[in-house]
């Protein structure tokens, strides 16, 4: 199955929001956030699914679990399931970045671009600079055709993260949108260069 890369992150650094667990508590939750994480980024998401959702059932106040639970329910598109888990992060916590860019980026995936706008940007408002989030806002507009506005978040992205892939390559679509068709090409070879860097970067990790 395709997933886009840049859409979620998976948290996995567990602040508990109540005293009431053990410091034990907490580093065996770390244990298993990293553990499915792995498993998600390797694929196995119906297993990662298994393990957050009992992190949530034994720590319902944890947001980060929903959070995850969210976005492996969005690697598997089932898009409904991952609207309430992120919905159920954010009655926990209601000014929690992450969720806030990753629900904003699900809604933009469902053609919900007012409320994939609303999300965005106060994540954007509460992260400060983060490409990600500025990433996606660039997508947005240029969905839209709000190619000024498109052109502002993705130069912003690209500030923060001048190495970011998926920038470079909306920035060659936007580019390319407006006609200007030598710097779409830089920005599309470019892209391609810095793929190829993280693919080969990530294949040196694994071995």
């Known amino acids: ?3 886009h890369k840049l859409l979620f992150i998976l948290i996995i650094t567990i602040i508990c929001s109540t005293a009431s667990f053990s ?35 034994k720590e319902p106040n944890n947001f980060y679990a929903y959070n995850n ?3 492996v329910h969005s690697v598997l598109q089932e898009n409904d399931k991952a609207l309430k888990a992120y919905e159920k992060s954010l009655t926990i916590n209601p000014t929690f970045p992450m969720t806030l860019n990753n629900i904003g980026y699900l809604h933009m995936t469902m053609g919900h671009y007012d409320k994939a706008e609303m999300f965005l940007k106060k994540a954007s408002s509460l992260f400060g600079s983060f490409h990600l989030v500025s990433t996606n806002l660039g997508e947005l507009y240029l969905k839209q055709k709000r190619y ?13 993260m001048p190495t ?3 920038t ?8 390319q949108a407006k006609g200007q068709k030598d710097k779409a090409e830089k920005e599309f070879n470019l892209f391609k260069k810095l793929n190829q860097n993280l693919n080969s970067s990530n294949i040196k990790i694994n071995n």
């Open 164 to 166: 970011f892939p998926p």
């Open 148 to 160: 000024d506005e498109a052109m502002i978040y993705l130069k912003k992205s690209l500030k923060d």
């Open 168 to 175: 470079h390559n909306l920035l060659g679509k936007l580019y």
């Open 1 to 3: 199955m395709k997933t």
């Open 69 to 71: 639970l969210g976005m």
């Open 23 to 57: 410091l034990a508590n907490q580093i065996e939750t770390n244990k298993l956030m990293r553990y499915a994480a792995e498993l998600s980024k390797s694929g196995k998401n119906k297993e990662a699914l298994k393990i957050f959702l009992e992190i949530s059932r």
